[in-house]
């Protein structure tokens, strides 16, 4: 690798280091962390921060993600010519339901959650955006997958133990294999309790022009006491919402590419577990409301 290529990935693994449970970090934990000299992290970060990348704590000492990481972040959604159809359906879902809605698409063994409507139930659970979870725990990761071949299936989250996050969630390739098949016939993806306890949430795939999956939305309920009536009610209108804006993207060819290309076209070796480390935002609890 040049040495250009080297500082410019280490750049990049110093922005990594940041996540939603350590958002403020010192110029030695990063040294510590990366295993790099203190001397080239300071350099680094000097350059990161004239950029705006990142920025100092109040107290002088830590660092945080800048203002224009920010930005440039945004730019994932807003470079996207049907973006505010998403958000529009995000708006509906919640005024047809009162539940909290999402937008994510899938990667490696994760589903990324991109944005999300508040809902107005007296009690709601909140992924925030760029919550990572696996998806083999969610009903967005299941919609998304449900439409994909064994192979295909096989690159994202390998034929071996899967990741959980409560009691409930699924552990084996077996049980997610069951799972999609009830999901298919449903023609939308289940979750209970799997990623928080108490949490229900159904979703249903966005599809592109050659019906490809190439993101989800869902609500999340307290499905509490059980009601298969309102389950199914709540399952319609998200895939009414999904149909609708699947059908306007096939107006527009080029749209999965722009949404998430690289996301969808992770393709590790088949039998291979995707590998992630621990302890990242997957593993948190989302923030809990009380209205």
């Not at 990348?53 to 994932?76: K, M, N, P, S, Y």
Request: proline share 4%; glycine share 6%; charged share 25%.
């Amino acid at each position: 690798m040049a040495e250009t290529s080297k500082t410019v990935a280490n750049a990049l693994q110093i922005l990594s280091c940041f996540s939603r449970e350590q958002s403020v970090l010192t110029a030695s934990e990063l040294s510590r962390r990366l295993r790099l000299p203190r001397t080239n992290v300071i350099r680094l970060l000097a350059t990161l921060e004239t950029f705006r990348l990142i920025e100092r704590d109040r107290d002088g000492t830590g660092l945080r993600v800048g203002i224009r990481a920010f930005e440039i972040g945004t730019l994932f959604l807003a470079a996207n010519p049907l973006s505010s159809l998403l958000m529009d359906a995000l708006d509906r879902l919640v005024e047809r339901t009162q539940c909290t809605a999402y937008l994510a698409v899938l990667d490696r063994d994760d589903v990324v959650i991109l944005t999300y409507r508040e809902g107005t139930l007296p009690v709601r659970f909140i992924w925030q955006p760029g919550d990572r979870l696996p998806c083999a725990t969610t009903s967005l990761g299941k919609a998304i997958l449900m439409h994909m071949s064994e192979a295909e299936i096989d690159g994202h989250v390998g034929k071996g133990k899967l990741r959980g996050l409560t009691p409930r969630s699924l552990r084996t390739r077996q049980e997610l294999d069951k799972d999609l098949a009830s999901a298919r016939q449903r023609s939308w993806g289940l979750a209970r309790e799997e990623s928080h306890a108490g949490l229900t949430a159904v979703g249903s795939a966005i599809l592109n022009a050659t019906n490809r999956p190439i993101a989800a939305i869902s609500i999340s309920f307290l499905d509490y006491p059980p009601d298969a009536e309102r389950l199914a009610g709540f399952a319609t209108i998200v895939q009414e919402a999904a149909r609708d804006v699947s059908e306007k993207i096939r107006e527009y060819s080029n749209y999965g590419s722009n949404v998430a290309r690289k996301a969808m076209s992770y393709r590790p070796r088949a039998g291979r577990l995707a590998s992630r480390r621990h302890g990242g935002p997957s593993a948190l609890p989302p923030k809990l409301r009380k209205a």
